[in-house]
């Protein structure tokens, strides 16, 4: 089948083909693009669009049903903010051709059943939206609709199964009466009313320890950072006394009104939501992000209030809209941007609130954090004469709220923030801020610019910073990414382990051996000891300092010039680092060499720990320890913490697969065997390669085990050290009569928090193990709070 | 079920570019097979003071980097305006395609582009006075990349002798 070029081809997006050709994989091409296009830019009314397009699938139909069935599923499960143009043409299709309606109903609800079985329940709250719209476009008849929610509200009756469960039916059928809400009151009163006081009665009953665990500020002024479903309750029970005027939402079914009143309807099956299976993951319960309201858009049109259904729909669209678009920047940012009826809000607004509730939302962001600083450059790019002075004003607004924002949260803002000034030349009227030089640097909002402009100065360099910050703040400006060399010089030259740098320095120098190396070293004292056993095997802190205070004082230029010395002694640090105090050490020295470059401490201890030279655990230990205290509440701390449990993870991760890969492996040898030859000498050499597989897969199962164990004991180190920290804190302040809510405290239980958060996972496989060692009835009730608010996510 | 539409499924930030590596040892398709597979990154329009810090720094937001090589002039041995950026991952590299190529380093836009794989040799500058090719000919200013274009230095010294 050879495939014409067609010399008019034009480059860029989808080729339009301008002949109708006989080749059915491009008439099928042909469709898809047809179908997806459609509500979008266009020289002809969406109404025609509309109906061209129905007139066209409706003479496709004979060939080409079941693609065409295919492709509308497909777009109602992935293209959720077009719902309305969708709906609308499958009315249109349906008021034409009626067995094709009920053939897309069916084939809707197989979609919706296979998307509850895969754990798919976002996607799935999208088709059964899809479907109650589908009765406003007489597709579906109102009762049966209500008879669905009916089953689906009827999961609140059911015991033992996690709230998360029955949340997901509740919040699905809630979130589609902004669409369906009128027409379904006005068949069926009666039984909306009933079915409202059921889901009013559960959502009373329903327990909300997870709230604090998720909400982004601890305030409630200005704005209330309110549960998910409590949010969407009162959007509904306000529309409701509105009477269900829904005024926002694009109804294109609205002028085929008169077509499509004419079509006969389907009734949806009887629908049992699927039971509950262990296996199942639930959404996580979430809350709604709100930084802006109708005070803060100085002109233009009013941002609709924070329980208006429009405010619901709005969202909701724009979050779907990234979610569809985040691959591809500049059509994510036009598509936000072109938002139908975007002259009826202040849609700049809207999307700077939706892009920030995404990146401050916890546990984790939708999608990766350098995402949204892409998307805000793009959309400033797009805008330039007023998006830039919304993020600005937004900028201004998450400053003045810092003293309450989670430091997850803030964490997210300072790397966003510094990001973001590095694409604008680094401008900012700094001098806004100034009211964070009055106070103690520990405070939040001082804390916040020292951050940024550390993260500012990585990205650029120490001179550069100073240069764009007023005078006034030279308190908050980072130090000097300098080395710390302490047997600089003579002036040094009585320190101990002077003479041994010295004819380190000249050993590495000059290219001597590893033995030649140890053999200066040996000459290093102990002031642990008193006297040193022959071989000088012991642990040596004084050895250590030497050797790696010098390495790394030649090899202090640049990252690779310290991998690659770490790279050519790896041998030698290995030995100095066989002991656990060895690998404490190291780090320590690390630390001490280079203080004023974080940048480098991290990347130079990611190094160590993929080399294996120290392991996670020494990592946490030494992080958490005494030497390290003043630094605790530093960021750089919590990047080398996280980055080192996520390597931990990884690394289990990657021995499961190969285990799981061993053992398909096997499977498939035994069923070629099986099914193929009785050949004697084939089967035994088939049954020596199975033996060397199972061999491999018994020290596989071990590595895993070892592994697993190593990760186990990772955070119970971890959480442990919390706990000590934590504990010590909150009795030293109940014995002195003390507030404890200090700055220091606030950062160190939200760690605790972030901990759970940024590893829940992976920390979900221990939490016996925790709850029976650590998170005991007889911690102090602020901590076990954290575990409790972690426990009821999954509730 | 699953049905992915090809219409939605542009990714286009992570398309391999017409740029094939002229020295490439091995035919077109096996370069092309590489470039779907690989892990390693170009980035081009550096300037000549950006640091192995501050690439480290940027490209980390899209995952951990497993290496940086900055590229060479072949003669003077100094950073010539580009680098190589290889992370653990092929997904991690995409995620720098879409979110970090076009964005500024350095207060200029850099460009991303996938690569086949380093080997000993390609850290160098390709161009005949030891940089890259672009600094020969370029016509314009660039303060940031050794200022104008080789060529058009010599030119300009050779009328500056002449006009004496």
Not at chain 1, 276 to 285: F, I, N
């Amino acid at each position: 089948m050879s495939r014409r070029r067609h010399s008019d081809e034009n480059d860029g997006g989808q080729a339009h083909k301008r002949r109708r050709t006989s080749e059915p994989i491009e008439i099928e091409d042909r469709l898809e693009s047809l179908i997806c296009r459609v509500g979008e830019k266009s020289t002809s009314s969406l109404e025609s669009n509309l109906e061209g397009l129905a007139g066209v699938l409706e003479a496709d139909l004979p060939n080409y049903k079941n693609k065409i069935l295919r492709i509308l599923c497909a777009v109602a499960r992935l293209l959720p903010e077009k719902l309305t143009v969708y709906t609308t043409l499958v009315g249109l299709l349906n008021a034409r051709n009626y067995n094709f309606g009920g053939e897309f109903v069916e084939a809707m609800i197989r979609q919706l059943k296979e998307t509850l079985k895969n754990n798919l329940y976002n996607e799935a709250v999208y088709l059964v939206r899809f479907l109650s719209d589908l009765v406003n476009c007489h597709v579906i008849a109102a009762p049966s609709m209500v008879a669905m929610f009916e089953n689906f509200v009827s999961v609140t009756q059911e015991e033992d199964v996690p709230q998360v469960r029955s949340d997901w039916f509740v919040y699905v059928v809630l979130s589609c009466l902004p669409w369906v809400g009128k027409e379904l009151y006005e068949k069926k009163d009666v039984e909306m009313d009933r079915l409202l006081s059921q889901v009013e009665g559960y959502l009373k009953r329903r327990v909300k320890i997870h709230v604090p665990m998720l909400q982004v500020w601890t305030a409630e002024k200005p704005h209330p950072q309110e549960e998910y479903l409590d949010c969407l309750w009162a959007q509904i029970q306000k529309l409701k006394k509105d009477r269900w005027q829904e005024r926002h939402i694009l109804r294109p079914y609205i002028a085929f009104d008169s077509v499509l009143c004419e079509a006969l309807q389907h009734n949806l099956p009887p629908f049992t939501p699927p039971g509950h299976m262990p296996d199942a993951q639930y959404p996580m319960p979430r809350v709604v992000f709100r930084m802006f309201d109708y005070t803060d858009a100085p002109e233009g049109p009013v941002m609709p209030g924070s329980h208006s259904v429009e405010r619901f729909v709005i969202e909701e669209n724009l979050h779907c809209i990234i979610k569809t678009h985040w691959k591809e920047r500049k059509t994510c940012a036009a598509q936000l941007l072109s938002y139908p009826g975007k002259n009826k809000i202040p849609l700049n607004y809207h999307i700077v609130e939706v892009i920030f509730g995404e990146l401050f939302q916890l546990p984790s962001p939708p999608h990766m954090d350098v995402m949204y600083t892409t998307l805000l450059i793009e959309l400033c790019k797009l805008q330039p004469g007023s998006l830039p002075q919304v993020l600005a004003q937004a900028t201004e607004m998450l400053y003045m709220r810092l003293d309450t924002m989670n430091t997850s949260c803030v964490d997210r803002l300072i790397n966003w923030f510094a990001h973001h000034l590095s694409n604008f030349q680094f401008r900012w009227s700094w001098d806004d801020w100034a009211d964070c030089l009055t106070v103690d640097l520990e405070k939040p909002k001082p804390k916040f610019v020292k951050e940024v402009l550390e993260k500012c100065m990585r990205l650029s360099y120490h001179q550069r910073i100073i240069d764009i910050v007023p005078p006034t703040f030279s308190a908050l400006i980072p130090a000097d990414p300098t080395f710390t060399y302490k047997y600089i010089d003579e002036s040094t030259s009585s320190l101990p382990g002077y003479p041994a740098a010295i004819n380190v320095g000249n050993a590495i120098k000059n290219r001597a051996s590893n033995e030649e190396i140890l053999t200066i070293l040996k000459e290093v004292p102990n002031p642990n000891q008193e006297d040193d056993d022959d071989e000088g095997e012991s642990f040596n802190p004084l050895k250590i300092d030497v050797f790696l205070q010098t390495l790394l004082h030649l090899a202090a230029k640049s990252f690779s010039h310290s991998f690659s010395a770490l790279g050519k002694f790896h041998e030698i640090l290995k030995t100095l680092t066989e002991s656990d105090e060895g690998k404490l050490h190291i780090l320590k020295v690390i630390y001490e060499v280079w203080r004023n470059h974080p940048q480098m401490i991290a990347v130079l201890v990611d190094k160590m720990v993929r080399t294996q030279i120290v392991d996670c655990a020494a990592v946490a230990n030494w992080l958490f320890s005494q030497d390290m205290a003043h630094e605790f509440t530093r960021l750089f701390i919590w990047e080398i913490l996280h980055s080192t449990i996520r390597k931990m993870n990884k690394h289990v991760q990657k021995i499961q697969k190969e285990l799981e890969e061993a053992k398909d492996k096997l499977e498939k040898q035994q069923h070629k065997r099986r099914d193929s030859g009785d050949d004697e000498e084939m089967e035994k050499n088939s049954e020596d390669e199975d033996g060397q597989l199972e061999e491999q897969i018994e020290r596989l199962q071990e590595k895993v085990e070892s592994a697993q164990s190593e990760q186990k004991n990772l955070f119970l180190v971890i959480f442990q050290r919390f706990i000590m920290l934590l504990t010590e804190h909150l009795v030293r302040c109940e014995t002195g009569s003390v507030d404890i809510s200090t700055p220091w405290y606030k950062n160190c239980i939200e760690r605790l928090q972030q901990i759970f958060l940024m590893h829940h996972a992976t920390i979900q496989q221990y939490m016996g193990t925790l709850e029976n060692l650590l998170f005991t009835a007889e911690l102090d009730h602020h901590i076990l709070a954290v575990y409790q608010q972690f426990c009821a996510l999954q509730l | 079920m699953s049905a992915k539409l090809n219409a939605l499924n542009s990714d286009s930030y992570i398309d391999v570019s017409q740029y094939r590596d002229q020295h490439f040892k091995g035919n077109r398709y096996e370069q092309e097979k590489l470039l779907k597979q690989s892990h390693t990154l170009y980035v081009g329009n550096l300037s000549f003071y950006t640091t192995e810090e501050q690439v480290h720094e940027l490209f980390s937001k899209s995952g951990d980097i497993k290496r940086i090589i900055i590229g060479l002039d072949k003669i003077k041995k100094t950073a010539c305006g580009f680098c190589f950026v290889e992370y653990y991952t092929r997904a991690d590299a995409e995620h720098a395609m879409r979110f970090i190529n076009g964005t500024r380093l350095d207060d200029r836009i850099i460009r991303t582009d996938w690569d086949a794989g380093f080997k000993e040799g390609r850290q160098y500058g390709r161009g005949k006075s030891g940089g890259q090719v672009r600094d020969e000919y370029r016509q314009d200013y660039d303060p940031a990349r050794g200022g104008y274009g080789k060529l058009a230095q010599q030119h300009r010294s050779t009328e500056a002798r002449n006009s004496f």
